[in-house]
């Protein structure tokens, strides 16, 4: 897989549910950020975790970081109808001048 | 809150001709990117900018494409000789000074170039 893959590629919950997705990624990082980007329009952060770090979390957003399995999470809790987006983690490699994104998940909230 | 600004919203353009794409980035902000999306699909890195030279660019970013930040608030991404597989949305993005790694990026919200 390439740097940056998210799992599953489609998701469809009611809202209230919690949604969950993954990122896998294959090189040293040194962070890793999660965007989220509504249609046709641009990608908006919305937290970033560091290599030393395994768990952050802001408002109904809850990030993991596993640097030994090279994988992280975004967890979001109670999810509303204003979820429905892409969403995609971003690699910030230990030895580059970029951010490399995922591919994405599509995440459908459904009232 | 201060915003990436990208212009125009839509530009579409017979294949062979030249285009280019204009980026306000954030004012404080030094370091500069285009990525860029075919539709629904991954966001590609095309290049960084950083002190007036190229820091880093992909293999997408080939001899027909060139940045330039020619006034200290532009930033633009020229594609000398558009080809079909050129439409996609292109966004501009931009970061503050990376300490540990890359800040995050704010992003424009894109132009959506069309090559016939």
């Known amino acids: 897989s390439q740097q940056g893959e998210e799992d599953p590629q489609a998701l469809s919950i009611q809202e209230g549910e919690n949604a969950t997705m993954n990122c896998s990624y294959k090189t040293s990082i040194n962070n890793l950020q999660w965007y989220r980007q509504n249609s046709g329009r641009g990608l908006v952060h919305l937290i970033l975790i560091r290599s030393n770090e395994r768990e952050k979390h802001s408002g109904r957003l809850r990030v993991t970081l596993d640097t030994s399995k090279k994988s992280s999470s975004l967890l979001i809790t109670a999810s509303r109808a204003a979820d429905t987006a892409s969403y995609f983690c971003a690699t910030d490699e230990a030895a580059g001048n970029k951010l490399t994104f995922g591919g994405g998940t599509r995440v459908l909230v459904k009232p | 809150e201060p915003e990436v600004t990208q212009t125009p919203s839509h530009q579409v353009t017979q294949m062979g001709q030249e285009v280019i794409l204009r980026c306000v980035p954030i004012s404080n902000h030094l370091y500069f990117y285009w990525y860029r999306q075919i539709l629904g699909q991954k966001v590609e890195f095309l290049v960084s900018f950083y002190n007036n030279e190229i820091s880093e660019k992909s293999e997408i970013f080939d001899d027909q494409f060139s940045v330039e930040r020619p006034d200290g608030s532009n930033f633009t991404l020229k594609i000398r000789s558009t080809k079909l597989e050129d439409s996609a949305m292109y966004f501009c993005?931009?970061?503050?000074?990376?300490?540990?790694?890359?800040?995050?990026?704010?992003f424009g919200n894109g132009t959506r170039l069309t090559v016939t």
């Open positions: 993005a931009s970061s503050e000074k990376r300490g540990s790694g890359i800040s995050p990026l704010h």
